[in-house]
């Protein structure tokens, strides 16, 4: 077993010195800092954009920030590795941060008037704050306006505008009526467990009970409303089984023009913009049953502890929060703010639904993200999107849904209780 473990170490030196971009470094008086990340040219290049523009701007002053962009995928695996080997990056744009955040290099107080209460996601410590919110994702509607137009359907905009589950299925039957021969279906959704949460919430369904955070309460008639819904968009044509299964891709679906709308992330914009070109689109605010609600994601920043470039990684993190590089930022890569109270004049019309979703979000989303996310290095996967598909397939039933995944869950966290 200790050979094991001692090649185990030895190869993951050898991948860390292979990795590309390599390690943190310095040379001719230039301290160089390696930021890793993924997706950045999926996205836009926001980041590299940002960076190219530090580096300008500290050319004079030794610091020098390097890109190394890997796969998404790869992002956990290279982390546990690269920590072993004592070879960590200075910085890190990544969703995952309780994992890592025994890992992370203290920010409280060195990022001038920004505390934890700044960012759209808990980026703290015992209080303490250690990552900020480089952007957040919310999922949303999009429209194939188009063909809307085209049945004369008008579409929300605004709060008081915003259509209930019922009315907006009634305006389906609308569109599709009059896109006869034009339209196969009448909204996919992504397979994602984060779309399928947020019509669960939006029917009002919860996973912790707000006053016991020890207490599972998805097995409720909320729920079961939520799922049966969901299961009847595929059981009545509305959607498409094969996207319902993820043998098919909602947003590759969408961008034929042959699908009313699309629930979706905001991140699907950079693409319909360079991409659609046979009909217009635009966001347009979510239906809600008896709760208004999104689910948030997005990325943090922070530093690596104990790689002797904690200072210059903060210079870094210092410079891009300073809320002229922080807009650019958000305004290159079409990003939805992660740090609270920050304003953008966007080039792209419609993520100011996005944003509008994000304010008008009921509590209970972020509520049990954060209960789950406690539990570090505990994971139950995407249990509710697997058994949901298997529920579409005519597999399993609601109920089924609904038992495996808290079956999961109280496995999973060990402590919690139904």
């Not at 077993?1 to 310095?26: D, N, Q, R, Y």
């Not at 009526?177 to 984060?194: F, M, R, T, W």
């Not at 406690?374 to 039933?397: C, F, H, M, P, Q």
Request: glycine content about 10%; aromatic content about 12%.
């Amino acid at each position: 077993m200790k050979k094991f473990v001692a090649a185990f170490l030895v190869l993951a030196i050898l991948i860390a010195g292979v990795w590309a971009g390599g390690s943190s470094e310095s040379s001719n008086g230039v301290e160089r800092l390696e930021l890793l990340l993924s997706d950045d040219t999926l996205e836009g290049g926001a980041m590299a954009k940002a960076v190219e523009r530090f580096n300008a701007e500290y050319a004079d002053k030794g610091i020098e920030v390097y890109i190394n962009e890997i796969a998404y995928g790869d992002m956990q695996t290279q982390i546990q590795n690269r920590a072993m080997a004592g070879d960590l990056p200075a910085l890190i744009r990544s969703g995952h941060f309780l994992q890592y955040n025994d890992l992370a290099y203290p920010l409280e107080g060195k990022l001038g008037d920004l505390t934890g209460s700044s960012f759209a996601m808990d980026g703290t410590v015992n209080g303490e704050l250690v990552a900020g919110t480089v952007n957040a994702t919310a999922v949303g509607l999009i429209i194939n306006k188009t063909a809307f137009d085209k049945a004369g359907v008008s579409y929300p905009l605004t709060e008081e505008e915003r259509w209930t589950w019922d009315e907006f299925m009634a305006a389906l039957d609308q569109v599709m009526a009059a896109n006869e021969g034009d339209l196969d279906y009448a909204l996919v959704i992504d397979y994602s467990q984060q779309r399928i949460r947020t019509v669960l919430y939006q029917f009002g369904s919860m996973f912790f009970d707000p006053a016991d955070s020890k207490h599972l309460i998805f097995d409720s008639p909320e729920t079961r409303a939520g799922i049966d819904f969901l299961l009847s968009l595929y059981e009545d044509g509305y959607s498409s089984v094969s996207a319902g299964l993820g043998t098919e891709n909602a947003q590759q679906m969408f961008k034929t023009g042959r699908v009313a709308a699309h629930l979706a992330g905001n991140w699907v914009i950079t693409d319909y913009m360079e991409n659609i070109t046979d009909f217009e689109w635009t966001p347009v605010l979510m239906p809600y049953e008896t709760t208004v609600a999104t689910c948030l994601g997005g990325n943090f920043l922070y530093a690596f502890d104990g790689t002797g470039q904690e200072e210059a990684a903060v210079e870094f993190i210092k410079w891009f929060f300073e809320p002229e590089n922080y807009i650019q930022y958000c305004k290159d890569g079409n990003y939805l703010p992660g740090v609270k109270g920050i304003e953008i004049d966007y080039d792209v019309p419609g993520l100011d639904i996005f944003v509008q979703e994000l304010n008008a979000t009921d509590a209970a989303p972020e509520r049990d993200k954060a209960i789950e996310s406690s539990y570090i290095g505990k994971d139950w996967g995407n249990t509710l999107r697997d058994n949901l598909a298997r529920a579409v397939a005519g597999e399993i039933s609601a109920e089924d849904v609904i038992r495996i995944t808290c079956d999961t869950l109280v496995d999973t966290f060990g402590d919690i209780h139904e």
